[in-house]
């Protein structure tokens, strides 16, 4: 860089040379080399992941994403394009300087780049999270300067860089929107202040449990003292927990509870249906997606409404046979087919590379050795690859949808891979993988009320929030519309201050008391 710009470069850079900033000199260049390879940021994102809840995993994921994508366009494509010497650094007192002087190129800096990257991709999920790791990305920044590796221009170049990785990740993984920007129909529910009255089913066999935090039980009964809390083993029947539970609450005219995965959730929604029960859900499975679209992403979000009475409506999907009798109903989704399949290998790979591309991947692997599907969809012969039905519509459009604007609009959200088109396999993928999803001819996606499916003679299993049922000959997909009263809260907690609450509850609880 020359002229006027490298001018004003070089004279910032020798003001920051000059500058004795208290205690700088034990703080920066440690901090500095620290975040060589991206460590520091590793940590960060481990530790976000080991100590947070949902919202701080998920920023993790994105974090280290765009860490990952500004790394790659820093040194392999932006050093070698533009080359400059790093700065002569005899102005920059010895006790600053790096043990091993960098030698590639001087712009951009790769430091900047990944901290910025890190920085933005955790703010993208969380601004609370981000508030915090943004001050350290800053020093990162700034501590190429002081210890005299870089340009400032280098490091606002590399600054930019990582911002603009993190904004790209976005066009194929979009965040989770936060609560206040998802429509949901408010209801009144039974206020329970310390949980008298609600009776909360726990099924040990879900997920993985709350990482980090206490064992379930032990986490509804620190939040809400009150409630009555009945554990399902491995050996017991959840159907008849559940009953039990069910009347339990309806007897004392309070509200039934679940810990678990979606498909305990479904199980215990539709017992709520009946009952006239409101359901309180606390997000005790892997992945949790109707807990994260009812609003209650961790368990203080659901004892919060619950202590002060704050639900949503909710539509229940229904799958009926031919004869019109219930096979089953749904929550999330329903599929038959390959998605079942495509979704399972998704979430295997989902936490590594994101959503999106774990979508993509999978679907490669499953259309690999695919047998396509015959069925009648109202009245219509069709071949298929993959049929999926939401409950409420899903954004965004495509194989990976990660949540629901509305929970009560009365609508199925169906998704198709038509595989009687030529080369039908290879136009989706290439689609998918420029983004252009919703414009392929292949794959089509439209919301209806009800769905009429035959001809399923072929067809051995469907599959619903993550459970499966053997297939009858016809189905009829269609909504009970707002049928079901879920907590949650108006005015959700940032996850930080609901932590630090829970904590603070906890050691009090421990704390002995003086006779």
Partial sequence: MTGR???????????VAAARLAGAEQVLPPLSSAANRGRLW???????????GPAARRAARRGVGALALASLTTNAVAKYAVRRSRPVHDAVPLVRRLAK??????????????????????????????????????????????????????????????????????????????????????????????????VVVVNSGSGKGVPGRPPARGYVE?????????????????????DKAVARAAESGGALGVCGGDG??????????????ALAVFPGGTLNHFALDAGTATFEDTAHAVRRGEAVRVDLA?????????????????????????????ERLEG???????????????????????????????????????????????????????????????????AEAPLARTRLALSALAGALRRSH???????????????????????????????????????????TVYSPADPEDEITQLARTASLAAARRRPVNP
């Fill in 5 to 15: 710009i490298g001018r004003i470069d070089r004279r910032w850079f020798e003001r």
């Fill in 42 to 52: 590793f940590g960060a994102a481990a530790l976000l992941a080991a100590a947070g």
């Fill in 101 to 198: 002087a960098p030698w590639t190129s001087s712009f951009p800096s790769g430091h900047a780049a990944s901290a910025a990257a890190f920085a933005t991709g955790v703010a993208l999920e969380s601004p609370p999270y981000g508030a915090v790791v943004a001050p350290v990305a800053a020093a990162v920044a700034f501590s190429r300067v002081y210890v005299g590796v870089h340009y400032p221009g280098d490091v606002l170049a590399g600054i930019a860089l990582g911002a603009a990785a993190a904004a790209v990740t976005c066009y194929w993984w979009p965040p989770r929107p936060a609560p206040a920007r998802i429509e949901r129909t408010r209801v009144p529910a039974p206020a329970l202040p310390d949980g008298e009255g609600l």
């Fill in 222 to 242: 620190l939040l809400l003292p009150g409630a009555e809390v009945l554990e399902c083993g491995s050996g017991d029947d959840l159907g008849k927990v559940l």
């Fill in 264 to 277: 305990t959730v479904n199980a215990a929604a539709r017992r709520a249906v009946a009952a006239g029960l």
């Fill in 318 to 346: 229904r799958v009926r046979d031919g004869a019109g009798a219930d096979v089953t109903g749904f929550v999330n989704t329903f599929s038959i087919g390959l998605y079942p399949e495509l979704v399972r290998r998704r």
């Fill in 352 to 418: 590594r590379i994101g959503k999106w591309p774990a979508a993509t991947v999978s679907l490669l692997g499953v259309l690999r050795d695919a047998t396509p599907l015959r069925v009648r969809l109202d009245g219509h012969d069709r071949v298929l690859w993959l049929l999926f039905a939401g409950n409420g519509r899903y954004l965004p459009d495509g194989l990976a949808p990660s949540h629901r604007p509305h929970l009560d609009e009365g609508l199925l959200d169906v998704r198709t891979v038509d």
């Fill in 442 to 484: 292949v794959y089509r996606a439209e919301r209806v009320e009800q769905l009429r499916i035959s001809g399923l003679e072929s067809v051995a299993d469907l599959a619903y929030d993550g459970e499966r049922a053997p297939a009858p000959d016809a189905l009829l997909l269609d909504k009970r519309r707002g049928a079901l």
